[in-house]
């Protein structure tokens, strides 16, 4: 069937609005999705410009989609046709750490969410002259009007959910939400800090208040931009930083925390000097977590001695250490109580202006860009 899509020719190529061709011959696992609406993500981005990959290019990205199921393959036991669903992730179901529900560390998780289309190199986007065009990006691809999705990446929604707006929390939103309820943990006593106060770090400021009884005595922003900055005290921070004024980023959280330190902290840039630095600024036996990506070779160091004497901690955190099908729809809840206003970061732009909205991203002038496939 044809289909619109955001096509990446090679890396480092605009996003082409353009008609694709979707197989609809299901695999027993897969589910065709009529897509309402797609967060964008600078994950999506810096794919887009990725040289490392062999056959990923063309390609069509996006990982945090929101539609609802047409038809469902053979094996699919969790969804029915008018199903409306949120995508995020896909993984195996069988390694230990899906057994344990730890999916976002599946054993064939970088194969099956980065990889160039299903598990065995298949593909189910070609263009319309019949070229291969990779799709299943974190299970879905879903830059496309129309997707082809796995059933371990869709997460059920009610019937009466505004999809255009729940989008994001397929990845950015989960992430930070979960990095700083599953990961850093904070309890009345920690100091917390976020650097980075885009989507992802204005998630995890705002999740602190859904751990109500254990709400840390400080809460520290760091960003570049003011507004944003403004937005995180909004949501929870005690106290912010503006790195564009502030060069020395160690000493100024160490004079906010007299000489203390961060108990945890979640870096959203994924810049190896910001990470350097907020290790030196960590308390003894804090945790330093990261969730941001920016180049992929990029690598961080630690003195020894000081780890060994400190106790710190620096640790990954993927899809913020989440399993979608029950962390979702807690966040949905809460969000429908009005504990967890995530939609107010969110602008939303037709598929066929993600130009517009890549530009919005980059700028930092909108917090989360959400296309919309109608």
Request: charged letters at 20%; proline letters at 4%; a negative charge.
């Amino acid at each position: 069937m044809l289909t619109d899509a955001l096509v990446v020719s090679k890396p480092g190529a605009p996003f082409k609005f353009q008609k694709i061709e979707v197989n609809d011959n299901l695999r027993d696992n897969e589910v065709l999705i009529r897509m309402k609406a797609t967060g964008v993500c600078h994950t999506d981005l810096n794919f887009s410009n990725e040289t490392s990959i062999p056959g990923l290019f063309p390609a069509v990205f996006g990982h945090e989609g929101a539609g609802t199921v047409i038809s469902i393959g053979s094996s699919v036991t969790t969804l029915s046709p008018g199903d409306n669903v949120l995508t995020s992730y896909t993984s195996c179901g069988a390694c230990t750490n899906c057994s344990s529900r730890h999916t976002s560390f599946c054993r064939d998780w970088e194969r099956d969410n980065f990889g160039v289309g299903r598990s065995d190199g298949s593909k189910a986007y070609s263009s319309t002259s019949g070229e291969a065009v990779t799709s299943h990006f974190f299970g879905q691809s879903s830059f496309s009007s129309h997707a082809v999705v796995t059933e371990r990446s869709i997460i059920k929604v009610p019937s009466d959910a505004p999809l255009q707006l729940l989008a994001p929390l397929g990845c950015g939103i989960m992430t930070g939400a979960g990095a700083m309820l599953n990961v850093v943990k904070p309890t009345s006593t920690s100091i917390v800090a976020v650097v980075g106060a885009g989507a992802v770090g204005l998630a995890a400021i705002m999740a602190l208040k859904l751990n109500k009884e254990e709400q840390p005595k400080m809460v520290i922003a760091v960003d570049l931009i003011q507004a944003r900055l403004d937005m995180a005290r909004k949501y929870g921070a005690t106290h912010v930083i503006n790195s564009a004024e502030v060069k020395d980023l160690k000493a100024a959280l160490l004079e906010l925390t007299d000489g203390e330190g961060v108990s945890g902290s979640i870096d959203c840039t994924g810049r190896a000097d910001v990470v350097n630095t907020l290790m030196e600024a960590t308390a003894k036996r804090g945790t330093v977590v990261s969730v941001g990506v920016g180049k992929l070779d990029a690598t961080v160091s630690a003195n020894i001695f000081n780890t060994v004497n400190s106790g710190r901690i620096y640790t990954g955190c993927c899809m913020g250490s989440c399993y979608p099908q029950e962390f979702i729809p807690m966040l949905v809840e809460a969000w429908k109580r009005g504990d967890f206003p995530f939609t107010e970061l969110i602008k939303t732009y037709p598929a066929e202006e993600m130009d517009k909205a890549v530009e919005a991203v980059l700028d930092g002038s909108v917090v989360k860009a959400v296309l919309t496939w109608e």
